[in-house]
């Protein structure tokens, strides 16, 4: 109990002595009232999602859904006409002070809404309002605890040295937003030195100093791509880790979204495009293939068989196949080469002498059993057994 007390005297002294004496409490209760609010609304908003039945839903008057973003706004207006009617007196200013806090965080929590002028509140897009929050709290707890922004105080004797410092860092910050180096340019606003080491480093690979510059230096986009995958992802997946746990994961995009339709319409014609190149493509190819089977099998005078002319060849030499299958003979193919003659007819053909005194051309079989000898039988025929 004694430790518990000395403690709270502890904190009451620093803060007496660091925040009201420094006239620094308007800015805490600023702070506070920043913090309080994003918490709270993110609480309200995550029970509203889980549809808990104990947590009051969504204000919807007459149907129309109001936004705590109209509250923010409210608040704000409050705040800052309060603090210029006030003249900035006690103890107004702190009121004001924190009034104006709970708009900023009740605002900033749906920056993405007023970024996008849509509702994307549970989607990917909605994280830029939780970066805004973060950020937000960061520059407030800087000014708090003595930074300044540039990390400079003006004064008589300084002035050049001032504008040049601000001039520098203002170019390096740009150079690190320029790099996708969002939270080392924007917290190397107060720290300057943060900034440095984010204009030194390598740009990220989607950023639009790589696509300028990176485009003729292959060698140094892919070291880029190469810290991306080992660096940057681990850091990105922390990131969305903790984001999912302040904020919640974000959903899906719903199928009735306008988004989801933007993109597959624009999916559907990149499909359609596609298949008609495709399509384009295959007929070419079918026409080709059908012209020079017809040049091939169109006789020496020029004139093109009519259609279905060989379509009973082929299903003659397609029967023909199928017999000699179920005789259980070796298959051969009658429309490739001609058939062997049997020894016999070759005999009979070769001691026939030729009809009318004239030199005939003997028979196509009797050339080819010249030419090869006559085909055995690979495998003895056998017989079919019906079960």
Known sequence: MHLAQLSADTLLDGYRRHIVDAHKQPLFLLLVGFICSFVGIRFSVRMIRAEVRWWPGNITPGGLHIHHMVFGLGFLLVGGIGVFATNGGHPWIDWFGLAFGIGCGLVLDEF????????????????????????????????????????????????????????????????????????????????????????????????????????????????????????????????????????????????????????????AARATAHLDAHVARSLARRSARLADRRSAAAPAGGRAPAPGAGRGDR?????????????????????????????????????????????????????????????????PRTPRVRR
Do not use: C
């Open 112 to 267: 993405a809404l007023i970024l996008h002028l849509d509702d994307v509140y549970w989607s990917a897009q909605g994280r830029k309002s939780v970066d805004a929050v973060i950020f937000g709290i960061l520059f407030t707890a800087l000014l708090l605890t003595g930074y300044v922004p540039l990390g400079v105080v003006p004064s008589q004797g300084t002035r050049w040295g001032l504008v040049a410092v601000i001039v520098l860092n203002t170019l390096v910050s740009l150079v690190a937003l320029l790099k996708g180096k969002v939270w080392t340019g924007l917290l190397g606003i107060m720290v300057p030195g943060l900034s440095w080491i984010g204009a030194i480093r390598l740009a990220r690979p989607s950023s639009p100093w790589a696509r300028w510059r990176y485009a003729t230096r292959p060698r140094r986009r892919a070291r880029a791509l190469r810290r991306e995958r080992l660096l940057h992802r681990r850091a990105d997946r922390a990131r969305t880790w903790l984001f999912d746990l302040i904020a919640g994961a974000p959903d899906k995009v719903p199928a009735h979204h306008t988004a989801t339709h933007r993109v597959a319409e624009q999916m």
């Open 315 to 379: 299903q003659g030499e397609a029967r023909r196949r199928r017999r000699t299958v179920r005789a259980g003979r070796s298959r051969s193919y009658a429309g490739t080469k001609p058939p062997a003659a049997r020894p016999e007819q070759v005999a009979a053909a070769a001691a026939q002498p030729p009809a009318g005194g004239a030199a005939e051309a003997r028979p196509a079989a009797v050339k080819a059993s010249e030419q090869r000898p006559a085909q055995r039988h690979l495998r």
